[in-house]
């Protein structure tokens, strides 16, 4: 682990800490990871994602936005049925404290209920939420609070789609620990490239002892630095 990475999950144990409401990490005794995507669904990199996820039986966990819902509900359909986790990432991609708190109650409930009704689903099962770009204020979060939502961060997020794909790879296995979550994105037509960072580095994971668990099931708890 490099010296960028120990600055970095410090400075994310410490959001744990701050925002213990939050999910940043999961429990640091279990070796587990989330692996997550942002953005889609998307026509291209939807499909492929789910194929690399299925070669190797792992659950993950998507965050939509309601627009490409919209557009692509028998991808929806497709993520849920082959049992992935269904998460909210917003309606339109747009920092959530730039909206007007009446519009952005608005915006979340038509993606929930959106996915309900395309997975058959209680809308009260979805509250694994991902605000755009992870930008939230205290305001802005205390209302996703009182809306019923469970804001998910990350502590890796590497930018797959304008970096070498060496370097993501890298980066992913660098910033692994117990209790990771990872950011990935299927949206945006990002091409094969994402799917093939999930090829590569599950098997590479896997061999340091890592389970993959979705969100919902991975649970953060506060992390006091040594």
């Known amino acids: 682990m490099n010296l960028i990475t120990t600055i970095l999950n410090r400075y994310y144990r410490f959001m744990q800490n701050k925002y213990p409401h939050v999910l940043w990490f999961g429990d640091p005794s279990r070796y587990e990871i989330a692996l997550t995507f942002d ?23 998507f965050f939509l936005s309601g627009k490409a819902v919209e557009q692509y509900p028998d991808l929806v359909k497709k993520i849920h049925q082959s049992g992935h986790h269904i998460g909210i990432h917003c309606y339109r991609h747009i920092p959530f404290q730039l909206e007007n708190p009446s519009t952005l109650h608005i ?10 009704n395309i997975c058959s689903v209680s809308s009260q099962t979805l509250k694994d939420l991902r605000p755009p770009y992870g930008a939230f204020t205290r305001k802005t979060l205390s209302y996703l609070t009182e809306w ?12 797959h789609w304008m970096q070498p794909f060496t370097w993501t790879t890298n980066q992913i296995i660098d910033q ?3 209790g990771s979550v990872i950011v990935l994105h299927d949206g945006h037509g990002h ?13 590479k994971l896997r061999e340091q002892g890592y389970n993959f668990v979705t969100t919902e099931n991975m649970k953060g708890k506060n992390i006091h630095e040594s």
Do not use: F
């Open 39 to 61: 953005d889609g669904p998307h026509p291209r990199d939807t499909p492929q994602v789910l194929e690399i996820l299925e070669k190797h039986k792992i659950q993950a966990t």
């Open 107 to 116: 915006q979340l409930d038509r993606t929930k209920n959106l996915l309900a």
């Open 148 to 159: 019923g939502y469970r804001v998910v961060m990350w502590n890796s997020i590497p930018p």
């Open 176 to 178: 692994a620990c117990p």
């Open 191 to 203: 091409g094969t490239k994402v799917a093939k960072v999930v090829d590569w580095i599950v098997p």
